[in-house]
């Protein structure tokens, strides 16, 4: 399924269907401030098993990511120290992913790692996602093919090729190709892993 939305002012309708899917176990692909990414309910924990063995990744060994609507979220599922709680109030939303201890708040699958990947996008379309679903969406990139980029970016291809894998894909426009900025802030100092769309003083 290919669901059009217009990221400056989406649908309550269309968001409504795509929280749906994610509430009965579905995984969708949807807009990013960076690169489309495919997700589900972070809670729903075969879902996020689904995914993971999709995408070849062991979450014993990778640190997986949720989308948080708000600030007042991700302490809902991670650690939030006043200096974190400085930083990423500065920074987001945009295009960061702060690597945090779990808390209480997130399945096992996710604290094996201890640690959790917590994105909050400036793009409204996901965040309105989260909102209607209540808790986070877990979350990673659509795979990236230098030689194929437009399947990355442009929905009808990502739905042509993902469309046997996911339930729906969201149709906001183009995408882009540049992933975020990651910030293990696990150790102090903190430290910039991996440097991507955003720019960050630490």
Do not use: W
Not at 17 to 43: E, M, N, S
Not at 51 to 68: A, D, F, H, T, Y
Not at 82 to 101: C, E, H, M
């Amino acid at each position: 399924m290919l669901i059009k939305i217009y990221p400056e002012n989406p649908n309550p309708k269309e968001i409504g269907k795509i929280v749906k899917v994610l509430q009965d176990g579905g995984l969708a692909i949807y807009p990013t401030d960076t690169k489309y990414a495919i997700g589900c309910d972070a809670l729903d924990v075969r879902a996020v098993e689904h995914i993971c063995r999709m995408k070849g990744v062991n979450p014993v060994k990778s640190n997986l990511s949720i989308i948080c609507y708000d600030l007042s979220d991700i302490s809902g599922y991670a650690k939030v120290s006043n200096s974190v709680f400085k930083l990423i109030r500065d920074y987001l939303p945009g295009p960061y992913t702060f690597i945090l201890p779990t808390n209480s708040g997130l399945p096992k699958i996710y604290k094996k790692r201890k640690e959790v990947g917590i994105r909050m996008p400036d793009n409204p379309v996901i965040r309105e996602i989260c909102h209607e679903l209540g808790h986070p969406v877990m979350t990673m990139s659509v795979y990236y093919d230098a030689d194929e980029p437009e399947y990355t970016t442009d929905p009808e291809l990502i739905h042509e090729k993902y469309e046997d894998e996911v339930d729906l894909v969201v149709d906001a426009g183009y995408g882009g190709t540049e992933g975020s900025t990651v910030v293990d802030c696990t150790i102090e100092p903190f430290e910039i892993i991996r440097q991507g769309k955003g720019q960050i003083e630490l």
